[in-house]
Nanobody
């Protein structure tokens, strides 16, 4: 069974940057579709970004983070990253790494919570002055 472990959360001032990491173990990274979600208190879990392990250019972003966040990966390290720049207070949330098993190398061209069945424990990001 795949396991996802996030790291890199913390506190930062508005306008600052953080990079989250998620290491995959227990399953072949190249056979997973990867994504990042976030959930703020009292709000639903929101899709942030997704990436196709077999097609590095196949990246998708939520509207609220486009142009500020970048998802990337190192397949040799079974790791997916989320670079977060120009952070705003409304980015404050628990960030979750997520995955689902790809079928014949296919990943959906979207970020939908219902697609993802494997979740990390989450890492807190707080943006405050």
């Amino acid at each position: 069974q795949a396991q996802l472990v996030e790291s890199g959360g913390g506190s930062v001032q508005p306008g600052g940057s953080l990079r989250l990491s998620c290491v995959v173990s227990g399953y072949s990274y190249n056979n997973l579709c990867m994504g990042w979600f976030r959930q703020a208190p009292g709000k639903e879990r929101e899709g942030v970004a997704s990436i196709h392990p077999g097609a590095d250019s196949a990246r998708y972003y939520g509207d609220s983070v486009k142009g500020r966040f970048t998802i990337s990966q190192d397949t040799a390290k079974s790791t997916v990253y989320l670079q977060m720049d120009s952070l705003k207070p409304e980015d404050t949330a628990t960030y979750y790494c997520a995955a689902y098993k790809s079928s014949w190398g296919f990943c959906f061209a979207r970020i939908s919570r219902t697609d993802f069945g494997i979740w990390g424990q989450g890492t807190q990001v707080t943006v405050s002055s």
